[in-house]
């Protein structure tokens, strides 16, 4: 198994707009490798897209194995995201609507990586879409919105359709509150305390998980 991103997908990582880092972003990939080829193809899933930064390792993972990736975002921007707040990119807001739209740097970044025909894009809300949602997945990566209602209902809404032995990947994980939000760090602990998931691998805040027990 490769288990590294070819050189291509490692210069588009870095040159698009985002926010992970390169050793969490080789983190990921490596859990999207193994999680393709485990899980017999079975498509990998990830809730925030932003402008496809972590969707190109994903993507590079996916092509490696001859699956897909589903890429779940309204692309309105998360609440940090909004004017006035940190994470605020001018550049990205539709001077039309007056609105964050980040679609457009989203299928930009795709392009330029060559991956476009491995990425589902699905445009709305994460939970109305998992309700719809019936396929079995074989990796789950949570990186939406940092409110306890948003990182709750990714959570609730996606790992019923992960399958035995797939992986749970939380981003943006802090145990201390003065290193960020602590809504990941919860549905982490979640995860971990309902006996479904074993911690597999912890890279700064990103935290591998396997499911290996039955749901609750």
Known sequence: MRMAPTPTALAAFEEAKGFMPLDEGLALHAAAEHAAAELGGLPLLEVGTYCGRSTILLADAAR?????????????????????????????????????????????????????????????????????????????FVDGGHTDEHATADYEGWTPHLAEGGLLVIHDVFPDPADGGQAPYRIYRRALESGEFTEVSVTRSLRVLRRTGVRR
Do not use: C, K
């Open 64 to 140: 490696a194995a001859g699956t897909s990736v589903v890429t779940v975002d309204h692309h309105r921007g998360s609440e940090e995201q909004q004017p006035g707040w940190e994470y605020h990119d001018a550049s990205l807001v539709d001077p039309e609507v007056g609105r964050m739209d980040t679609l457009p740097a989203f299928r930009r970044t795709l392009h330029r990586a060559g991956l476009e025909e491995h990425v589902i894009a699905v445009v709305g809300r994460s939970p109305r879409i998992a309700a719809l949602w019936h396929a079995p997945l074989a990796l789950v």
